[in-house]
């Protein structure tokens, strides 16, 4: 069965400050759009370089998910390091996913030129890095996840299967 972790980066929704909306809002837009019965593993971790870098290093290695989908640390403030964590675990940086979320993002929001994300392959798991905002979550993950599912079979992942009736 695949194995999806999904990874809240947030200081104060690590601290219990804050409710954490982003990950909540990624599973639910999978389990709108999968057809494959999935097993999902959800982490929330502070900002920082060290906190998401292990906890990547974790998902993959100790646990073999197949796809890991973090939110939040993507933009340009001090503490946001999802982006530089990622660059230290993964072997294959995937550009296009990048380009591609910047630029469906910027058709709802103008700033979106300001966030950083990103992906990457790490042994058999693909790794994406997605906006904090469950908006902006669902922006990204209308644009990419077409190609989601023939990465993960590229890299010898557990295969995923989209619902057809919304990608045929």
């Not at 906890?55 to 993959?60: A, N, Q, S, T």
């Amino acid at each position: 069965m695949t194995q999806i972790a999904i990874v809240t980066v947030s200081d104060r929704a690590s601290r219990g400050d804050y409710e954490d909306l982003g990950g909540p809002a990624i599973e639910h837009w999978l389990r709108d759009v999968l057809a494959t019965p999935c097993d999902f593993v959800r982490r929330i971790v502070p900002d920082g370089l060290e906190s998401v870098r292990d906890v990547l290093i974790e998902l993959c290695d100790q646990h073999g998910v197949d796809l890991v989908l973090t939110t939040g640390g993507t933009g340009p403030s001090p503490r946001d390091l999802t982006p530089e964590a990622m660059q230290q675990v993964i072997t294959k940086e995937l550009l296009g996913f990048g380009e591609i979320m910047r630029q469906a993002s910027l058709r709802h929001v103008r700033t979106a030129i300001l966030s950083r994300q990103t992906a990457g392959v790490r042994g058999r798991s693909l790794i994406i890095n997605l906006p904090g905002k469950p908006a902006s979550i669902d922006v990204c993950l209308d644009a990419v996840f077409p190609a989601v599912p023939y990465c993960l079979e590229l890299i010898g992942a557990a295969p995923i299967i989209p619902n057809p009736a919304l990608f045929g």
